[in-house]
């Protein structure tokens, strides 16, 4: 667990005539569930893949736990983040696929065994490890790509629409699903979606950005009393 801060951050992509995101301020508490909210284009992704560190600033400092990541490599940050499309190896089973970024960096296999059970009991996969994904639905594979996450045991958590792809009640039912499971890990988490009602029912809190600037960043219940 980690808190999180965007310290005065700008990103301005080369050739573009204005920043993406400009001078964003966001602490994050250690075990925070924040929603990052707004319109297509508004600089979500972008905000989220900064921290990740896909992506450079172009000024200002991302801290994690105090330390400033500005300059570390994604690798280095201790970040794991699950994306829009899942991006599971097709030909691997769950349990490889949830496994395979431990293993590739080196943990041995008995104690990935053990994390990978370990997930798939949280994330109620454990009857698929040996499956290959075409043979999951979407809500198993999305899933799957949280647990690959999980496993890394990471000190942030990056979701980035991971709902998107999902029929609406699958939707409902797994944006209950993912808030239980942050609570019950308690990581620091960072989720970015477009939909107002999932920001609302998700967040502890729910920053709103417009245009790359931050129009506000409070807890759902003071922007219902205050909208
Ligand atoms: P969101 O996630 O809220 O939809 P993005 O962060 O993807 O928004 O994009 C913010 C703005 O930056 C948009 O205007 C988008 O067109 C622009 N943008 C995103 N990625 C790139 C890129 N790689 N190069 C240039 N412009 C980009
Ligand atoms: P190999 O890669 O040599 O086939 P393993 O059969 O031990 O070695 O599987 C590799 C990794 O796949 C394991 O380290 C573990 O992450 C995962 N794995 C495979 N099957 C299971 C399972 N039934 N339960 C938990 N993890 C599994």
Request: proline share 4%.
């Amino acid at each position: 667990m980690a808190t999180v801060t965007y310290d005065n951050v700008t990103l301005t992509y080369p050739g573009a005539d204005r920043p993406s995101v400009s001078d964003l301020n966001i602490e994050i508490a250690d075990g925070e569930f924040l929603v990052l909210v707004g319109p297509s284009g508004c600089g979500k992704s972008t905000s989220l893949r900064m921290l990740a560190g896909l992506e450079e600033v172009t000024s200002g400092r991302i801290l994690i736990d105090g330390r400033d990541v500005t300059a570390l490599s994604p690798k280095d940050r201790d970040v794991a983040m699950v994306f829009q499309n899942y991006a599971l190896y097709p030909h691997m089973s769950v349990a490889d696929n949830m496994g395979f970024a431990l293993k590739i960096a080196g943990v041995d296999k008995s104690e990935i065994r053990k994390r990978v059970e370990e997930a798939a009991q949280i994330l109620d996969l454990t009857q698929y490890l040996e499956r290959k994904p075409k043979d999951l639905s979407g809500g198993q594979r999305q899933r799957v790509a949280m647990g690959r996450a999980i496993v890394r045991q990471p000190q942030v958590f990056l979701m980035d629409e991971p709902l998107s792809n999902l029929d609406a009640k699958l939707r409902v039912q797994t944006r209950t699903q993912i808030a239980d499971l942050q609570r019950r890990l308690g990581v620091t988490t960072v989720y970015v979606t477009h939909d107002q009602v999932e920001a609302m029912t998700m967040g502890d809190r729910v920053a709103v950005l417009k245009d790359g600037l931050l129009q506000q960043c409070d807890t759902p219940r003071n922007m219902y009393d205050h909208p």
